[in-house]
Every structure is written in C-alpha cells, then in structure tokens.
C-alpha cells in the first residue's frame, strides 16, 4: 500500500516558466512533508519542508503548497531553469515520532527544455 | 563540515559473498538513517538510530542485513550472504533532533550494489 504517491512519472516544462509538481498522501497521521531533488548517481537533496499546521512555504523560487483535507501537496517552482532537470521526491513523516521515519513518493522527472 | 558522506560509492559483489558499508553524518546531527532505493522507486526506509540505539527497523530488514553505530558516530550496514534482489542503492541520510532543520533528514551520495 503506498501511502505518498506521485501521480505523474514525468514532467516536461519550457525554461522560464511554471513547473508544478503533485503528491498525494493517504495517511492522516503524517504531519511534516519534505521535497527532495535527485540527480542520477547522488543523494537526495534537501529543498522545502512545510509542517501540517501551515499551508504554504516559500524558499525562492520553491513553494510548496499543503492542502490538509485533500491530503494533497504541491511543489511550485518559478521560473524553471534547466538546472531544475532532476527527478523530484516528496516524502512525509508522522507527528513527532520518535525518528520520524521518511515515506517517499515514487518521483516526478523534471525536464527543463531551454 | 561537508555533510554526510558513504563508503563505497560502487560495490559490485558475487551472490553469496558478505559486504559492509560505512555513513558518516553530519557531525552534530544524533540520528542517523538507512534507506534503499531501487531503479524507479522512491527510498524505503530501512531503519535508524538515535546515538548509538537502533530504535526502528522496518521489515524490509531481512536476518542477513545488521547495522550498527558503536559510539554514537559513524555507523556499517552488513549484508550477508547477498542475493541479487539486494541490488539497490544503499542511502544514509542524519538529522539533529533540535535547532531550526530539527527533523530534516540530510542524505548522503549513496552506495549503490551490483550483486552478480
């Protein structure tokens, strides 16, 4: 059962404009939502985080967005650059659990055609 | 510091031989995770420490997979008796339990295993 879940296997968007990247969670228990970006051979990368008692965060050119009763959140980014080009992870831990284990979503390949 | 680093970068191994694998996190960060990752698939946690405690490990984590983290520092994953199916890309990630990135798990570049 997978409990984040990245929709879109790919996302293809001109340099300059808006990329929006989606998840979706099932469990009510997850309080804190974290994206990650991957380049192929590396690490995931920290990006934006944003609690479960606000609904929205802004880091730049990344915002991410958190609908609570559509256990939906979206990552914003403006303007897209070819930079951007990676494979986007959201992940999700529960309210103050102890270790606050990461749930990741399957990801969202970005393509930032210049 | 340059944040968390994995020893080896790249194991390619024969069935059935052991392999161990070193993370050294972020010098200040308490807790220390594993995750594996397979082509196409997001991390799955394996397990985590806080300090030198291992107090979570997911099912994931066969009898032939032991981590430890002796002094609280760096910690080893040891795969026994490898299987094929063991061929994934082994992530570290750590994280401090206080201060403003509180919670936010750091990865390091990763061990990814071949297993012939």
């Known amino acids: 059962d997978q409990q984040v879940k990245q929709n879109s296997p790919s996302l293809s968007v001109q340099e300059g404009r808006i990329s929006i990247l989606n998840c979706d969670y099932t469990n009510s228990m997850f309080d804190y939502f974290l994206w990650y970006k991957k380049y192929p051979a590396e690490g995931p990368t920290f990006l934006i985080s944003i609690s479960s008692i606000k609904d929205k965060n802004e880091d730049g050119r990344f915002t991410v967005f958190l609908n609570k009763s559509a256990k939906h959140l979206s990552l914003h980014i403006v303007p897209s650059q070819p930079g951007d080009s990676a494979v986007y992870f959201c992940?999700?831990?529960?309210?103050?659990?102890?270790?606050?284990?990461?749930?990741f979503g399957g990801g969202t390949r970005l393509m930032v055609k210049p | 510091d340059t944040g968390v680093s994995q020893d080896p970068r790249h194991k390619i191994t024969k069935r059935g031989q052991n392999v161990t694998f070193r993370c050294d996190p972020i010098?200040?960060?308490?807790?220390l995770y594993w995750y594996r990752q397979t082509l196409g698939q997001g991390p799955e946690f394996l397990t985590y420490f806080q300090n030198e405690a291992q107090l979570e490990k997911s099912r994931l984590l066969s009898d032939r997979f032991s981590a430890e983290r002796p002094k609280g520092s760096f910690s080893t994953l040891e795969i026994q008796r490898t299987e094929q199916g063991d061929s994934a890309m082994y992530l570290c990630?750590?994280?401090?339990?206080?201060?403003?990135?509180?919670?936010?798990?750091?990865f390091g570049p990763g061990t990814r295993l071949t297993v012939l």
């Open positions: 990630a750590s994280s401090s339990v206080q201060g403003p990135s509180a919670d936010t798990q750091y």
């Open positions: 992940a999700a831990s529960p309210a103050n659990n102890a270790g606050n284990m990461l749930t």
């Open positions: 010098s200040e960060h308490n807790r």
